[in-house]
């Protein structure tokens, strides 16, 4: 079983669109996130949770909400879509609070936006 | 000037060779140091955690320099299935974040 499993794999869409990514990890772990990886590979943090709670909110634009319905699931909404939105969405899980000593990422979602 | 920065490579080595790595890291307040590995197209996965006294796995040996503020990698009798990029990463003190770096490509060639 997949620990950490997110989807869709991939996601092509317009600019102006809307679209989620869904992220759901069966480790029991704590916390969430989501990390955003650009063309160069910089691999961002955008958002993390705590048992539903969220904890950070790096300078992501307000298009951009998570969503934790539990401590199990972190997904990601996306409004109006643009150019610059298109990379690797990563989300990842950690056991407990604090600085994370291992975390786990799921495979990956890319998106690109026309 | 970027939070941890990397040569990005590609470094290309014969198999067997020993390669080095190295990665600086801004923040003098950093606490948490790892090794990620990331290969083409899939999701990173932690390597090793690096310790302040220096740590080995297997061929992997990672080192912390705390004056100089940078994290080394070095890799012994490369294997082709080392080819990756490996990804250093920095925890800031009293912080949730992992600070990646943008990876080092590595290519072992036969």
């Known amino acids: 079983d997949t620990a950490v499993s997110q989807t869709p794999k991939y996601l092509v869409t317009q600019m102006g669109n809307d679209k989620s990514i869904k992220c759901e990890q069966n480790?029991?772990?704590?916390?969430m996130y989501w990390y955003k990886q650009d063309s160069k590979k910089f691999l961002k943090i955008m958002f993390s949770?705590?048992?539903?709670?969220?904890?950070i909110n790096e300078t992501v634009p307000n298009r951009f909400s998570p969503k934790s319905p539990d401590k199990a699931h972190l997904n990601l909404h996306i409004n109006s879509l643009e150019l610059g939105d298109s990379a690797v969405y990563f989300c990842?899980?950690?056991?407990?609070?604090?600085?994370?000593?291992?975390?786990?990422f799921g495979s990956g979602t890319q998106l690109s936006v026309l | 000037r970027k939070e941890v920065e990397q040569d990005p490579g590609p470094f290309n080595v014969p198999e067997g060779a020993t390669v080095a790595f190295n990665c600086t890291y801004s923040?003098?307040?950093?606490?948490?140091f790892f090794w990620y590995r990331q290969d083409c197209r899939k999701e990173p996965k932690l390597l090793m955690s690096?310790?302040?006294s220096g740590n080995e796995d297997g061929r992997f040996t990672a080192q912390l320099n705390r004056a100089s503020q940078y994290i080394s990698l070095l890799i012994r009798d490369s294997k082709l299935s080392d080819s990756a990029t490996y990804l250093c990463?920095?925890?800031?003190?009293?912080?949730?974040?992992?600070?990646f770096g943008t990876g080092t490509r590595l290519q072992v060639f036969p």
């Open positions: 990842a899980s950690s056991q407990g609070l604090g600085p994370p000593e291992k975390l786990f």
């Open positions: 480790l029991g772990h704590d916390t």
């Open positions: 949770y705590n048992n539903k709670e969220l904890i």
């Open positions: 923040n003098s307040a950093s606490q948490s």
């Open positions: 690096v310790y302040s």
């Open positions: 990463v920095a925890s800031p003190y009293n912080t949730d974040k992992l600070i």
